[in-house]
């Protein structure tokens, strides 16, 4: 799967992700890395098929309201290590496939994967 993973996010979780045999990329890789508008992160992750992994309200909104980004992975853990979150990730990655062979818009808590049915 291919995954764009939003600033507010560890780079590791790139790091993770691709040595699990995925294609991610951090903002901090795009060109403007960080100063990455979140339009432009759309854009991008929609031209690359690719789905966004973040914990900005903002992108839920913009997938809600515009379709854009087409895929999202909204992470809603709390504050919690990164170790922690990137155990999460490498626990759950089957999921996360199975999810969004079904859904557009999953959410990641501490406990569960929802899957949000869109229309």
């Given at each position: ?32 890395a ?23 309200r ?46 557009n ?15």
């Amino acid at each position: 799967m291919n995954w764009l993973i939003d600033a507010q996010l560890p780079h590791h979780l790139a790091d993770l992700l691709n040595r699990l045999d995925q294609n991610a990329v951090h903002t901090i890789d795009l060109p403007e890395a960080n100063r990455t508008s979140d339009s432009d992160v759309c854009q991008i992750a929609d031209a690359e098929d690719r789905i966004i992994i973040t914990k900005d309200r903002d992108f839920v909104d913009s997938h809600l309201i515009a379709g854009t980004p087409t895929r999202l992975l909204w992470v809603k853990t709390g504050n919690i290590s990164n170790n922690a979150l990137l155990t999460v990730f490498e626990t759950r990655l089957n999921d996360f496939e199975t999810a969004f062979s079904q859904v557009n818009f999953a959410e990641l808590t501490k406990t569960n994967l929802i899957l949000h049915q869109q229309g």
